[in-house]
C-alpha cells in the first residue's frame, strides 16, 4: 500500500496510521460474589482456597503472596514490602482471614504452599488456579482480577480513596484511576448506594 501511494497509483493507504487495534477493556473483570463462591465450593484444594481469601482480604500482587511469610503476620496485621516500587503496607486482616490464617497449621515458613506443604512456583500456582477456574467455569478472570475485585468491594463498602490506597499500597492517583475509568462506572451496587445515602438525608 505504501509502494503504491508513494507512485500516485491509489490515493490513500487504509493501512496508513490505524492506531491501535485492540483496547483492553478491564470494566468486567470483576470477580463477582457468585464467581468467588463457585471456585470455593468446587476447589477440593484447601492451598487454593487460602490463596483466593487472602488475595480478596490482603489485596495484593499474586508474586507478593506467593511469597508471604508468617512473620508478616501478627494478628490482626499483615505488614510486607512490595516487590513493585517497595511500599511498605500494613493492613488489617479481615474476619475471614483472620479465622483462616489462625487455625491454619504452619508447614513451613511461607503462607501459601501447595498440597505437598512446598512454597508454590509462579507456574505451578498459575496451573493449579487455572484448573480450580476451569472446574468452577469461569474463564474470563485472573488471579490478578482480585486486586482491582478487592478495591471495589472496598469502594462499595463505603471506603473512600485514601482509605484504599492505605490498605492496598496503591498511590491515591492509582486508585481514583481504577474506580474512575475501569471499574465503578457500570456497578450497580455503588448507584443503589448512593441513593440510599441521598434517601437518609431527604425525602424530597
Not at 40 to 66: F, K, N, P, T
Not at 137 to 164: M, Q, Y
Not at 167 to 194: C, F, M, N, P, W
Request: net charge positive; proline share 4%; with cysteine.
Amino acid at each position: 500500500m505504501s509502494f503504491a501511494k508513494d507512485r500516485g497509483i491509489i490515493a490513500t493507504n487504509p493501512c496508513e496510521r490505524g492506531g491501535r487495534l485492540y483496547v483492553a477493556d478491564r470494566k468486567d473483570k470483576i470477580w463477582t460474589e457468585q464467581d468467588i463462591a463457585a471456585v470455593l465450593s468446587v476447589v477440593a484444594s484447601s492451598e487454593i482456597q487460602l490463596a483466593l481469601i487472602l488475595a480478596l482480604w490482603s489485596r495484593q500482587r499474586q508474586g507478593d503472596l506467593l511469597r508471604l511469610p508468617w512473620s508478616s503476620y501478627e494478628s490482626p496485621y499483615i505488614r510486607l514490602r512490595q516487590s513493585k516500587g517497595g511500599r511498605r503496607v500494613a493492613m488489617p486482616a479481615g474476619g475471614p482471614l483472620r479465622t483462616l490464617l489462625d487455625a491454619m497449621e504452619r508447614r513451613g515458613p511461607l503462607i501459601l504452599t501447595n498440597t505437598l506443604g512446598r512454597p508454590w512456583t509462579s507456574d505451578g500456582f498459575r496451573t493449579s488456579w487455572g484448573k480450580a477456574c476451569e472446574r468452577a467455569g469461569i474463564d474470563s478472570l485472573t488471579f490478578h482480577n482480585l486486586r482491582g475485585t478487592a478495591v471495589v468491594r472496598l469502594a462499595i463498602a463505603g471506603a473512600s480513596v485514601p482509605h484504599i490506597a492505605a490498605v492496598t499500597g496503591h498511590s491515591l492517583k492509582d486508585v481514583e484511576a481504577i474506580l474512575d475509568a475501569h471499574y465503578l462506572g457500570r456497578d450497580i451496587q455503588l448507584a443503589e448506594a448512593a441513593v440510599l445515602k441521598l434517601e437518609a438525608r431527604t425525602k424530597l
